[in-house]
């Protein structure tokens, strides 16, 4: 498939941000590519993680926030009035910057989403789903004797994997990570990133990432943020081998940021 | 003086005061168990006051206060608890929130005879339940509420914000967040603050004073429209009413009735330790 062929899983138009009087994001435009993984980067405060959080609309909590333009998952505007929140974060998933399993067993937390979205009622099933997606985030093998312990027995680097387990439990269609390894160590870092590949195959994943090269090691699209505008958007090695623009150069080359 | 020497006589005064508030309280108990242990007896819990109260046991009051401490539970818990919910989790600050909020503050600011009072005028009389075992629970019940809806409020918001996040994010609705994740994890505060509210209720004379105590009745009740004696009142009466009344029975119903509430008191302490060390985030 070459890169014009592959479809769009969200199509952003014009969509700006605003929390209060404070623009956060600035008229972005951009193509998020069917099961492909697109990086975010830029500096702190770059609307970067706002631009991820408006996608599930986990902002839509905080008091005070507007949207406007649109952000399309399959042509559908996912802030148009009639649309369901709790249905778009079930297609929508997240994976947070800080491993956050429940205080629960292992078994527990990746049962949590299937269980509450009623996705069956048959033990045995079940059981098959929390398998399944303990091996999708390759963690199965290492709990698969220990399913009952406290999830929070486990090590930061495994943590994560079963948040990322808990998270296609849910069989979601597109997962959003933020920062997904800046809580880990390079080891376990290294393992999320061979990680997100696989889970590729499948999802289409959006990660924002403060490190340079895992955005260049592990994604096919980049974009570059910068206060609150999108100043570049292009595939990975082209963005990293020749930027065209200047502050991005500038950015990836550490000379700015 | 040095400042050192100033900062250790400060530090010596200071504790001096922090144990003088344990004799009273030490005191008290002292002196309630070495007048009243000696009444103590099987018989004691298990007959009725005999010949004008002045013999016998306080079997018929000891379990109308068990009762009624019941009765308080399934009145004040649902409305607390949902109280709570509302003000943890839903609550926008807007008029009704404002007079949920006043009105739990005045609710804890009610001296208890005014309860007694409220509970005569409101259920006895003009809800028609007469003196009874649930009039006298739903006045109990509305005094004990204030505490219930505080300590499970607190124990609600201790909850780390990012359990809701992650549960929406995995297409839970915010009921079963709530339900889910917040609950249980918010449990064993919420217990604790019923516990502690039913140890007062249960410790409370004046609002059963009118709904529900009787003087003397030994027969146990039958239905929640009966009367039914109560510990705190059994007490006040034999101390002022009953004239030549042994003081040893009175010391032996202070003693079961201290030890009732204390003993709830502890158990709240337990769970709310055990919890702490449980606590995993």
């Known amino acids: 498939m070459t890169e014009q062929t592959i479809p769009n899983k969200i199509d952003v138009h014009d969509f700006s941000f605003f929390y209060g009087d404070f623009q956060a994001l600035k008229r972005l435009n951009l193509p998020i590519k069917e099961k492909q993984i697109t990086a975010l980067i830029g500096p702190s405060g770059c609307g970067k993680s706002t631009f991820l ?15 406007e333009g649109q952000i399309l998952l399959d042509g559908e505007d996912i802030y148009a009035p009639d649309v369901d929140v709790v249905e778009l974060r079930e297609r929508i998933g997240m994976v947070f910057q800080k ?14 989403g299937p269980r509450v979205l009623k996705m069956t009622n048959r033990r045995d099933e079940l059981h098959q789903m929390v398998r399944e997606s303990l091996e999708g985030a390759a963690l199965w093998d290492e709990v698969k004797h220990r399913l009952k312990d406290s999830a ?10 079963l948040c990322i387990a808990r998270t296609i439990a849910v069989q979601p269609e597109v997962i959003l990570m933020d920062e997904p390894a ?12 061979d990680l997100m590949r696989t889970l590729a195959e499948n999802y289409t994943i959006v990660i924002v990432t403060h490190n340079m090269q895992q955005a260049a090691r592990a994604s096919d699209w980049t974009g570059f943020f910068w206060l609150g505008e999108l100043v570049e958007f292009n595939k990975t090695s082209a963005l990293f ?15 700015r940021g | 003086m040095k400042r050192q020497q100033t900062d250790k006589i400060a530090r010596i005064a200071i504790t001096i005061v922090a144990a003088l508030v344990v004799i009273p309280i030490i005191l008290v108990i002292l002196f309630i168990i070495i007048n009243g242990i000696g009444t103590l007896s099987w018989e004691f819990f298990t007959q009725p006051p005999g010949n004008g109260m002045k013999e016998g046991g306080i079997m018929p009051a000891l379990l109308g206060t068990i009762i009624l401490t019941f009765g308080t539970a399934i009145a004040a818990i649902p409305l607390a608890i949902g109280a709570a919910i509302y003000l943890a989790e839903y609550a926008k600050e807007n008029r009704l929130t404002r007079w949920v909020r006043i009105a739990i503050v005045n609710l804890a600011g009610i001296p208890s005879i005014v309860y007694g009072l409220f509970g005569l005028g409101m259920f006895v009389l003009f809800m028609g339940f007469g003196t009874s075992i649930i009039a006298g629970s739903l006045t109990l019940g509305i005094m004990t509420l204030p505490v219930v809806i505080s300590a499970s409020e607190e124990a609600i918001l201790a909850v780390p914000q990012e359990f809701r996040v992650v549960s929406l994010s995995l297409g839970a609705t915010k009921w079963q967040t709530i339900r889910h994740q917040v609950l249980p994890q918010a449990l064993p505060g919420i217990i604790t603050g019923i516990i502690l509210g039913l140890g007062r209720a249960a410790g409370e004379t004046a609002p059963i004073l009118f709904t529900v105590a009787a003087f003397y009745l030994p027969e146990l009740p ?20 009953v004239p030549g009344m042994p003081m040893d029975v009175q010391y032996g119903s202070a003693l079961v009735l201290l030890l009732l509430v204390l003993s709830m008191t502890l158990i709240a302490t337990v769970v709310r330790t055990g919890m702490r060390r449980k606590r995993e985030w």
């Open chain 1, 53 to 67: 959080r408006a996608i599930n609309r986990m902002n839509d909590t905080i008091p005070g926030i507007r949207a």
């Open chain 1, 99 to 112: 491993p956050n399993p429940f205080p629960k067993s292992i078994f527990e937390n990746v049962a949590f």
């Open chain 2, 222 to 241: 039958r239905s929640a429209f009966d009367q039914t004696m109560a510990l705190p009142y059994h007490l006040y009466v034999i101390s002022t009413q």
């Open chain 1, 241 to 255: 081998s020749s930027p065209e623009r200047e502050l991005t150069e500038s950015y990836i080359t550490g000379r």
């Open chain 1, 182 to 193: 800046s809580a880990l160590d390079p080891v376990a870092t290294l393992h999320v990133e």
């Open chain 1, 152 to 161: 929070m027995n486990l090590n930061p680097g495994q943590q994560q994997r």
